[in-house]
């Protein structure tokens, strides 16, 4: 069967569409455009950064200073059971030594040293206090953190001479009771030979040693404190306000219920947008034209039926109509109102109206009905959508979604600048 041979302004529609899509296809957002969109509400962006410097800056003169205070202690090795010569020389476990320094009796035990009449010094003490062991030794760190440096620097010092006090009590408790158990066993003993070895196993519990080790280094009260200074809070709220200020500036451009912008329109269109400045509208339309392929107003060289002319704001369809009065060739161009549209009746007549008065620009209204739009559109192969800053935001998102163009009508949105 033979094929059709493509017309010239087959040809030509097809070129204009591929042109189109490949030369003003919408590119991703760059940084620099991000920027602008939360600059443009610099008010919001002030507002929340402000208030988060103020709530950093009262955190800071509430908050109290903290100071940390370091006693180091080497605990020395003692038997565990001073009547048993096996325990002697054992290794020291740093880290059980480390829960009896940090332990209740040891804490009450300071606590009592520094403050008789506080009941409740001993738990404060512990739950500001830790104990670091030194790994493979038997060295630790207490540190102890207060409001006040010297109370820190008491508190952890008291604590490191408790356990050695402590310790050492132990150690005499455990003595005098092997001690005790020896002179029992001399006691209860018939032989003379007996009582000779038990008298020497006395003789040497008794002289076991009871030195707990010694504080190497004793705390002094710390000049800084571990809490944070009022710049440190100033500076995470101006880091905290710039990332809220800046995500409610982006959020209230992204929730504006107008259009505002030709970069959101360009959003809601997902096609770039052709900016008509207030000033020069005449070459705003001339650069349209050259996108759908009719820089010097040919629209039938362009193998154009026309244009349709939409917005969701009667007015400015009309503008831009009126517009494109200015700019076309009068003598080779067709001009079709809004009412006289409407007359129009739907379907085929569309078709057959614009085939008639090729090429013909038509206006037309808000009310539309979308198949007859489209139709139009189609017909004439490009379609002008018209918005400004205050054009619904709703609206024309529920347009773009809901429009089923056809692959050959070039479709170019129109933001009019008003500035």
Do not use: W
Request: charged share 20%; with cysteine; glycine share 6%.
């Amino acid at each position: 069967m033979a094929t059709t041979e493509p017309t010239y302004s087959t040809r030509a529609g097809s070129q204009r569409v591929q042109r189109h899509e490949s030369e003003y296809a919408v590119k991703p957002l760059s940084v620099s455009e991000q920027f602008r969109k939360i600059g443009r509400h610099k008010g919001i962006f002030a507002s929340v950064l402000l208030l988060c410097l103020l709530l950093s800056a009262i955190a800071g003169m509430f908050v109290k200073p903290s100071y940390e205070a370091k006693s180091t202690v080497v605990a020395y090795q003692l038997p565990t059971d001073p009547g048993n010569p096996n325990t002697i020389g054992q290794r020291i476990d740093i880290e059980t030594e480390s829960s009896v320094a940090s332990s209740k009796e040891v804490t009450d035990a300071a606590a009592a040293k520094l403050n008789p009449d506080n009941e409740n010094l001993g738990k404060q003490i512990r739950s500001n206090m830790q104990v670091s062991g030194h790994s493979q030794t038997a060295v630790m760190d207490i540190f102890v953190t207060n409001s006040d440096p010297q109370k820190a620097a008491d508190m952890a010092n008291a604590v490191a001479q408790s356990y050695l006090d402590v310790r050492s009590q132990h150690m005499q408790d455990a003595i005098k009771s092997a001690s005790d158990n020896a002179q029992a066993q001399i006691d209860a003993s018939g032989s003379d030979e007996a009582k000779k070895v038990l008298n020497e196993k006395k003789a040497q519990i008794q002289v076991t040693s009871t030195n707990p080790g010694r504080i190497v280094s004793q705390a002094s009260a710390p000049s800084d404190s571990q809490s944070r200074g009022m710049p440190i809070y100033l500076a995470i709220g101006a880091v905290a306000g710039l990332l809220l200020g800046a995500l409610a500036a982006y959020l209230a451009d992204r929730g504006s219920k107008k259009v505002a912008y030709s970069d959101r329109f360009e959003e809601i269109s997902a096609r770039k947008v052709s900016v008509v400045p207030a000033n020069n509208k005449a070459e705003g339309m001339r650069r349209v034209l050259r996108r759908i392929g009719a820089p010097e107003g040919d629209l039938a060289a362009a193998g154009l039926g026309g244009i349709t002319v939409y917005s969701t704001d009667s007015a400015l369809s009309s503008e831009v109509y009126e517009e494109l009065k200015q700019v076309l060739p009068a003598k080779s161009t067709n001009f079709a109102t809004a009412s006289a549209f409407e007359s129009i009746e739907s379907g085929s007549s569309v078709k057959r109206v614009v085939d008639a008065k090729t090429p013909i620009v038509i206006e037309t209204a808000a009310d539309t009905d979308l198949s007859k739009l489209l139709l139009a559109a189609e017909a004439t192969g490009a379609l002008l959508v018209v918005a400004n800053s205050s054009s619904n935001h709703r609206e024309l998102k529920e347009f773009f979604d809901s429009a089923d163009f056809s692959e050959s009508t070039t479709v170019v949105p129109v933001f009019l600048n008003e500035k």
